[in-house]
């Protein structure tokens, strides 16, 4: 689990176990209670470790249920299937597999629905989950370049707002496609995207 959840802390060393098991016990509360209802003593009740072991770990419920989701969304990659359109189209169906998950849709809905009032929190998503996937769009610029797919950066341009432009139309389309319309993202959806993606509405 990365630092950034409590800063740095003295004592005994972490658990990668007990992390794993807080973080799962988090999503199974919220599949079950809802985030009204979800406490930190029921988390370490069912996780099955001290409160007080929580506490040392996050600060407070906002941080956990962040964490929770973030460790869901780093399982996320991006396999080299030889062709750019190939690799947006095989992550974009990742990505809807994974909003398709209870513990997943659970968690992220209510993260998202608490962050419209409360900036911290906001801030807290945008650096445990958003910056952390850009990686996939690194990942893939990259790959297409080395292909000759996608021209290279000119030197001396920062690519950082184009990275930030393509993981917010592939996040926010899988996304609202699939909890906000609740529709289906399956193969052909994600062909239909990916095209449009790389081509343009001209071209479409």
Do not use: C
């Amino acid at each position: 689990m990365s630092t950034h959840a409590t800063g740095k802390r003295t004592g005994r060393p972490r658990s990668a176990s007990a992390d794993l098991a807080i973080l799962e016990a988090t999503r199974a509360a919220l599949v079950e209670l809802g985030w009204g209802k979800l406490t930190m003593s029921d988390v370490a009740g069912r996780a099955g470790v001290a409160k007080t072991t929580l506490y040392r770990r996050w600060a407070n419920k906002h941080d956990l249920v962040v964490d929770a989701v973030a460790v869901l969304f780093d399982e996320l990659q991006l396999p080299d299937l030889g062709s750019l359109r190939a690799d947006v189209e095989g992550v974009v169906l990742q990505f809807a597999a994974l909003l398709e998950r209870p513990e997943a849709k659970t968690a992220l809905m209510a993260v998202v629905a608490e962050a419209t009032n409360d900036a911290a929190l906001r801030l807290r998503i945008r650096s445990s989950i958003v910056d952390r996937q850009k990686r996939l769009v690194v990942e893939g610029r990259r790959r297409a370049q080395r292909r000759g797919e996608i021209p290279p950066d000119a030197p001396g341009t920062d690519p950082s707002p184009q990275i930030d432009l393509i993981f917010d139309v592939i996040a926010g389309a899988v996304v609202h496609r699939t909890l906000v319309s609740g529709e289906p993202v399956d193969a052909a959806w994600a062909s239909g995207f990916t095209g449009l993606l790389l081509t343009g509405l001209a071209s479409a």
